[in-house]
T-cell receptor, first 113, second 114 residues
Framework: DVKVTQSSRYLVKRTGEKVFLECVQD?????MFWYRQDPGLGLRLIYF???????EKGDIPEGYSVSREKKERFSLILESASTNQTSMYLC????????????FGQGTRLTVV | KQEVTQIPAALSVPEGENLVLNCSFT??????LQWFRQDPGKGLTSLLL?????REQTSGRLNASLDKSSGRSTLYIAASQPGDSATYLC?????????????FGKGTMLLVSP
């Protein structure tokens, strides 16, 4: 079974803190994605990566950065957390190509106070 | 810009009913469409993947159809059970800056009563 693991289920951080959300997949997938999910807005793509050290902006990249130093790991970074970044964050991965299936992690509920 | 709409937003049915969830998308230039299930506070579980060249896919009591030309997909759940209660999301795989990414609908929240 594909396993996408996010490092934390719940996080509480203070405004202005630097926050790291980690995601690891064990299926040798080339593609990795970060989404955030908010009531009424659904899932929105923040960043994605198609290879090590490669990143592309999604639909809402402002206030975020990412890092992919190893194929299996994709990190989402909030340089200076703000209350409007309180959300559910979901990581996903898939094989390279247009026709592949995406698999998601269990989600990280981040609260910024 | 691709937009994905799911109707209804919420649905409540008694156990044993067959039901249909709807998903529509504005741009028919998709690679595939995926249906997911999400339990409260959890991640997404992939249910079915339909490639753009396919008309339907089946897994157990679930059947998903795709009509790419009209921009529609349906998820049919047969003989619903309380354990089917969850939010169901559809997502289309589309071109984004030269890469393929998923665009999601906002989901249908399903409650199946015993």
């Amino acid at each position: 079974d594909v396993k996408v693991t996010q490092s934390s289920r719940y996080l509480v951080k203070r405004t202005g803190e630097k926050v790291f959300l980690e995601c690891v997949q064990d299926m040798d997938h080339e593609n990795m994605f970060w989404y955030r999910q908010d009531p009424g807005l659904g899932l929105r793509l923040i960043y994605f990566s198609y290879d090590v050290k490669m990143k592309e902006k999604g639909d809402i990249p402002e206030g975020y950065s990412v890092s992919r130093e190893k194929k299996e790991r994709f990190s989402l970074i909030l340089e200076s957390a703000s209350t409007n970044q309180t959300s559910m964050y979901l990581c996903a991965s898939s094989f390279r190509g247009r026709y592949t299936e995406a698999f998601f992690g269990q989600g990280t509920r981040l609260t910024v106070v | 810009k691709q937009e994905v709409t799911q109707i209804p937003a919420a649905l409540s049915v008694p156990e044993g009913e067959n039901l249909v969830l709807n998903c529509s998308f504005t741009d028919s230039a998709i690679y595939n469409l995926q249906w997911f299930r999400q339990d409260p506070g959890k991640g997404l579980t992939s249910l079915l993947l339909i490639q753009s060249s396919q008309r339907e896919q089946t897994s157990g009591r679930l059947n998903a159809s795709l009509d790419k030309s009209s921009g529609r997909s349906t998820l049919y759940i047969a003989a619903s059970q309380p354990g089917d209660s969850a939010t169901y999301l559809c997502a289309v795989n589309r071109m984004n800056s030269g890469y393929s990414t998923l665009t999601f609908g906002k989901g249908t929240m399903l409650l199946v009563s015993p």
